[in-house]
């Protein structure tokens, strides 16, 4: 087994779709953390010559691909770091020269966050006594693109494809339609939690990329009960890093509805999922410049899930899942007095705090709880209790409930929200 590995993937684009859960299948089989995806459609490897990387134009297929690709790695690698690479994925389709060339995707080796060990390809020999010379070719190829381990292992999986694919009704290579351009932007904006990146975060992210030219501004939202911040931020440069290094990155955190797509003006367009549609259109609305275009992805389907979680795949049932687990090693108590044994309950409305108190009642435990006594503080006629009237206003205008002050009160027709410190 490999830690990472490289897979090329060279069939026409018309006969990728079908041959995509077979060929992670095969190559799960020989990776276990991190598999990077390199797109080249139609590589020759056995033609005698020694090919290089071309640009790939950005067309519909291939975002329909990146889809499948990434649903399909849900579904039967999910223990995989799966990563499309898109450095070669431009509206430039020149090939290399021999010599160092602007126009080439890669003009000097690419270096991954992790370094592949193994490069494997679904390139089908027809020769079978090629196979040597085909690895041979493989290795200086990929050798081309990126820093991998020197001496990097290579493996065809054609052989263990022609196996898993003899069932299947595959189309030949020269079926199907002219492939539909796909229009790119200079500018694109997305937001999201990206909480514990999955294949549905990268499918967003990824299709994003494609659509970019020159820059890609992240809009990331702070919430409760997900992982910090700097842990988010830091994943998604890396995933970015990785998957299209000549893009400026910007990841601004999002702290309204809105953020930075209605300031914005360079921005051209938004990438939205099906659900999220309606706060893309929402943004041009408020957004008082030139309309961003609503660029929309597929939501993928999450084949693991229960009966209580949600059909697609979800940082949410990811986190339920995590239920009951350590997410950090417990700290050494030593330093403390064996008595009292102090256990801190906190969490967001809803989060079981209540429940989990319970559980520790009939167990012993005794309770104090911090809500209710922080209500007590401002009582009627307590000094706290006269302090809120002092700075809110008094003369009957609060309302007031069952001898306590709400959280919330009216002062001359207004509502006003107060948090007690």
Same mark, same amino acid.
């Not at 590995?5 to 990776?31: C, D, E, K, N, W």
């Not at 193994?118 to 990929?142: G, I, M, N, R, W």
């Given at each position: 087994?490999?830690?990472?590995?490289?897979?090329?993937?060279?069939?026409?684009?018309?006969?990728? *779709?079908?041959?995509? %859960?077979?060929?992670?299948?095969? %190559?799960?089989?020989?990776?276990?953390? $991190?598999?990077?995806?390199?797109?080249?459609?139609?590589?020759?490897?056995?033609?005698?010559?020694?090919?290089?990387?071309?640009?790939?134009?950005?067309?519909?297929?291939?975002?329909?691909?990146?889809?499948?690709?990434?649903?399909?790695?849900?579904?039967?690698?999910?223990?995989?770091?799966?990563?499309?690479?898109?450095?070669?994925?431009?509206?430039?389709?020149?090939?290399?020269?021999?010599?160092?060339?602007?126009?080439?995707?890669? *003009?000097?080796?690419?270096?991954?966050?992790?370094?592949?060990?193994?490069?494997?390809?679904?390139? %089908?020999?027809?020769? !079978?006594?090629?196979?040597?010379?085909?690895?041979?070719?493989?290795?200086?190829?990929?050798?081309?693109?990126?820093?991998?381990?020197?001496?990097?292992?290579?493996?065809?999986?054609? *052989?263990?494809?022609?196996?898993?694919?003899?069932?299947?009704?595959? !189309?030949?290579?020269?079926?199907?339609?002219?492939?539909?351009?796909?229009?790119?932007?200079?500018?694109?904006?997305?937001?999201?939690?990206?909480?514990?990146?999955?294949? %549905?975060?990268?499918?967003?992210?990824?299709?994003?990329?494609?659509?970019?030219?020159?820059?890609?501004?992240?809009?990331?939202?702070?919430?409760?009960?997900?992982?910090?911040?700097?842990?988010?931020?830091?994943?998604?440069?890396?995933?970015?890093?990785?998957?299209? *290094?000549?893009?400026?990155?910007?990841?601004?955190?999002?702290?309204?509805?809105?953020?930075?797509?209605?300031?914005?003006?360079?921005?051209?367009?938004?990438?939205?999922?099906?659900? $999220?549609?309606?706060?893309?259109?929402?943004?041009?609305?408020?957004?008082?410049?030139?309309?961003?275009?609503?660029?929309?992805?597929?939501?993928?389907?999450?084949?693991?899930?229960?009966?209580?979680?949600?059909?697609?795949?979800?940082?949410?049932?990811?986190?339920?899942?995590?239920?009951?687990?350590?997410?950090?090693?417990?700290?050494? !108590?030593?330093?403390?007095?064996?008595?009292?044994?102090?256990?801190?309950?906190? +969490?967001?409305?809803?989060?079981?705090?209540?429940?989990?108190?319970?559980?520790?009642?009939?167990?012993?435990?005794?309770?104090?709880?911090?809500?209710?006594?922080?209500?007590?503080?401002?009582?009627? +006629?307590?000094?706290?209790?006269?302090?809120?009237?002092?700075?809110?206003?008094?003369?009957?205008?609060?309302?007031?409930?069952?001898?306590?002050?709400?959280?919330?009160?009216?002062?001359?027709?207004?509502?006003?929200?107060?948090?007690?410190?």
């Amino acid at each position: 087994m490999f830690s990472t590995g490289l897979l090329v993937l060279t069939s026409p684009l018309q006969t990728l *779709p079908l041959r995509i %859960a077979p060929v992670l299948s095969s %190559a799960a089989q020989l990776v276990e953390r $991190t598999l990077y995806v390199h797109l080249h459609p139609g590589l020759n490897l056995s033609s005698g010559s020694q090919p290089r990387p071309v640009f790939i134009p950005p067309v519909v297929d291939l975002s329909t691909l990146i889809t499948r690709l990434y649903n399909n790695a849900a579904d039967v690698c999910g223990h995989l770091d799966v990563r499309v690479l898109l450095t070669n994925m431009r509206a430039q389709p020149t090939a290399c020269s021999e010599t160092t060339s602007p126009n080439c995707p890669f *003009p000097t080796p690419q270096p991954l966050f992790h370094c592949p060990e193994v490069v494997l390809t679904d390139f %089908a020999p027809q020769d !079978p006594h090629q196979s040597h010379q085909v690895k041979q070719c493989l290795e200086k190829y990929t050798g081309h693109c990126y820093v991998c381990r020197p001496g990097i292992s290579s493996v065809l999986l054609h *052989p263990q494809l022609v196996k898993l694919l003899e069932n299947r009704d595959a !189309p030949k290579d020269d079926e199907g339609p002219k492939a539909e351009p796909m229009e790119t932007y200079s500018d694109v904006v997305v937001g999201g939690t990206f909480d514990r990146l999955h294949g %549905a975060h990268k499918t967003l992210l990824s299709i994003s990329c494609l659509l970019a030219n020159r820059r890609f501004v992240i809009e990331k939202v702070l919430k409760e009960l997900i992982e910090p911040y700097s842990e988010r931020v830091q994943r998604l440069r890396e995933f970015l890093q990785d998957t299209k *290094p000549s893009l400026q990155v910007e990841i601004v955190p999002l702290e309204d509805p809105f953020g930075v797509s209605i300031v914005d003006p360079l921005l051209k367009c938004i990438v939205v999922s099906e659900e $999220t549609r309606k706060g893309g259109e929402a943004v041009n609305k408020k957004r008082g410049l030139q309309l961003l275009v609503l660029h929309e992805i597929q939501l993928l389907k999450d084949a693991h899930h229960d009966e209580i979680e949600e059909e697609k795949i979800s940082s949410s049932s990811l986190r339920s899942r995590l239920l009951g687990t350590l997410l950090t090693p417990p700290k050494d !108590p030593s330093h403390l007095p064996p008595t009292p044994y102090v256990i801190g309950l906190t +969490g967001g409305s809803g989060s079981g705090k209540s429940s989990i108190a319970k559980q520790l009642e009939v167990l012993g435990a005794v309770r104090i709880d911090c809500d209710k006594l922080g209500h007590e503080v401002y009582q009627f +006629g307590t000094e706290a209790y006269h302090k809120v009237l002092r700075v809110f206003g008094s003369g009957g205008e609060y309302l007031y409930f069952q001898g306590m002050l709400g959280s919330s009160g009216f002062y001359n027709g207004v509502c006003y929200t107060w948090v007690m410190q």
